[in-house]
């Protein structure tokens, strides 16, 4: 009887105690962060795929009954993690208070079908330790040979592929979004879920790959067939540990990036208003008289130097429809609310930067900007230079001159 890596045991009893300890202090918070259930129901549904190997490790053997059984058990909870985070990253990129809804259930259809197939490959276990698997050609025995591969090869990869495509979609538009509303868009870009891709494509291909090519492999040729056990791989394992921990950290401090900026009591009316006119197009005069409004108020009443301006806050000193003002700056100036406000900045900062001495982390935060790299990534996509280039630049044209 095999042994799993010492490290392996230690990687999953920590990846298992991570897992619930995230889950309960989610919970705790649950009433005011009710965009976190999927997000609970993922770390819930990662710690019962962790328990073979904590079972195994201090309670039985690998190869006892009911660590097989345990395994075969929570192997289709595998199939709750995609759908589980998609549904986290929806609810967590959406403006709405309540984004879950009845008919959510069907993403979690082939959880329930795993059932069946796990059982299936529990069959498949049973005959082949008992040596019978390549004797035995009945037709039940090869449909089940086929929704086993079928739930646990080819489903999981277009599983994982479907919602894959359905995150990255989601923070593209997403991060469209942000910026027709916000003027800063830093901690709101959700720039770590770039890292929580790549590890869950590579644990991906690490414990499904890797592990299915075996599983098929001994299929084949008759070996014996096993639950994955003595192939735990520990690359494998570090992967998964890091994924929970990553996702632990982020999960829990992050807030919702699109969250109503308005209060209780003006909530229902701005919605109800902005309901009513999303669907009535400007006409060109009042674009051109909209356009002059907001110019006039940004310039007079240089707003974009509060660094937490947002499309409301604008909307609210030009007294316009927020969805007015995005119509707007997207039909008649041609430019996101991100781009307008931050081309106000750019610009300021050239004055200050051509007629002060002012450090260019100063100069950010005089104009609006609330960080230094947020100043130096829009001037240089304004200008082309960097604001020491620019200084220098304006410096020896003065001198010429």
Avoid: C
């Amino acid at each position: 009887m095999t042994q799993l890596d010492p490290l392996i045991n230690l990687l999953s009893a920590m990846a298992f105690g991570q897992s619930l300890f995230s889950a309960s202090l989610l919970l705790a918070q649950i009433r005011a962060r009710m965009f976190t259930i999927p997000l609970v129901v993922f770390f819930i549904a990662n710690a019962v795929t962790e328990l073979p190997d904590i079972y195994s490790n201090f309670f039985g053997s690998e190869e006892s009954f009911e660590t097989l059984l345990i395994s075969v058990l929570s192997g289709s909870f595998l199939l709750v993690l995609p759908p589980s985070y998609w549904l986290y990253m929806r609810a967590l990129t959406s403006d709405k208070r309540h984004e879950f809804r009845l008919n959510d259930s069907w993403h979690f259809v082939p959880f329930i079908l795993g059932w069946p197939a796990a059982l299936g490959l529990w069959h498949l276990v049973q005959l082949s330790e008992a040596g019978a698997l390549a004797e035995t050609e009945s037709l039940i025995v090869i449909l089940n040979i086929a929704f086993v591969l079928l739930m646990f090869l080819a489903f999981p990869f277009v599983q994982f592929t479907f919602y894959l495509y359905k995150v990255v979609r989601r923070m593209l538009t997403y991060r469209d979004r942000l910026k027709d509303q916000f003027s800063s868009t830093e901690g709101r870009e959700l720039t770590w879920t770039i890292w929580i891709g790549g590890l869950v494509s590579l644990y991906w291909v690490s414990e499904f790959g890797v592990g299915i090519a075996t599983f098929i492999w001994r299929a084949l040729t008759d070996q014996s067939i096993s639950l994955g056990f003595s192939e735990g791989s520990t690359s494998t394992a570090i992967i998964a540990f890091v994924l929970v921990w990553s996702l632990s950290i982020f999960g829990l401090r992050q807030n919702k990036g699109l969250a109503e900026q308005t209060t209780e009591a003006t909530e229902t009316q701005e919605v109800s208003e902005t309901e009513k006119y999303k669907n009535s197009a400007l006409s060109e005069p009042q674009l051109e008289s909209f356009a002059g409004r907001i110019e006039q108020q940004m310039q007079s009443g240089r707003l974009f130097e509060d660094p937490n301006l947002t499309l409301r806050g604008l909307a609210s000193e030009v007294g316009i429809l927020p969805n007015y003002v995005s119509q707007t700056l997207n039909a008649k100036i041609g430019k996101t609310f991100f781009d307008y406000v931050n081309d106000y900045r750019v610009e300021a900062a050239k004055k200050v930067l051509h007629t002060t001495h002012l450090p260019a982390h100063d100069v950010a935060l005089e104009v609006g900007f609330n960080s230094r790299s947020a100043f130096y990534r829009a001037f240089k996509n304004t200008t082309g230079m960097t604001p020491k280039q620019f200084r220098d630049t304006q410096n020896e044209l003065q001198k010429l001159s």
